[in-house]
């Protein structure tokens, strides 16, 4: 069993790094995903979430290129808390500002803190490429307590269907029409 969802992940994996390579100069710059997303299985499942698994949305965001007014489908939804970062990249890109969004599960030795704005972490591999791993340290710039999205969805750009991206806020989306 274990075998099979390692397979599933993996071709999960290979759509999502296909699927997100693009980059965006604004400050919200993604550098695509990563080669390893976050594993959901040991995230609690939100209980009452406005936009429950399987819901029909609208992406109300731009967090990368094709993204504001995607349509797309809930894919999952968890509770814990997200936060915006300014980081500087393992591979030695320039400082990305203002990323949203990763959650406390990213960040090392997260288990029985609480962080607030201006408080420096150090991320673990995530779910974008070259966001950690390496020690790579950045600071809050924003807090929100969950529920947090996991979507998958088709971008306006017309490039191809981004499978469980991570992630957005409950603020960022809304029903679909």
């Known amino acids: 069993m274990k ?13 999502v790094v296909s699927a997100c390579s693009s980059t965006k100069s604004s400050t919200n ?11 959901v299985e040991d995230l609690k499942k939100a209980e009452n979430p406005k936009y429950p698994l399987g819901t029909n949305i609208t992406i ?8 504001k007014g995607a ?13 915006a970062v300014d980081y500087t990249p393992s591979d030695g890109g320039k400082e990305v500002k203002d990323h949203k969004w990763v959650i406390k599960e990213e960040l090392e030795d997260s288990e029985n803190k609480t962080y607030v704005v201006g ?46 991206h991570q992630w957005v806020i409950e603020s960022e989306l809304e029903a679909a029409k």
């Open 3 to 15: 075998k099979i969802i390692i397979v599933i992940m993996s071709l999960m994996m290979i759509a």
């Open 29 to 39: 710059n993604s550098s695509g995903h990563g080669e390893s997303m976050t594993s």
């Open 60 to 67: 109300t965001t731009d967090h990368m290129e094709g993204m």
């Open 71 to 83: 349509e797309g489908t809930v894919s999952g939804v968890y509770d814990t808390t997200v936060y």
């Open 119 to 164: 408080d420096e972490v150090t991320l673990k591999n995530g779910h974008m490429s070259s966001m950690g791993g390496k020690g790579v340290k950045a600071k809050i710039v924003q807090v929100v307590e969950g529920p947090v999205y996991m979507v998958d969805y088709k971008p306006t750009d017309g490039s191809k269907e981004v499978k469980n």
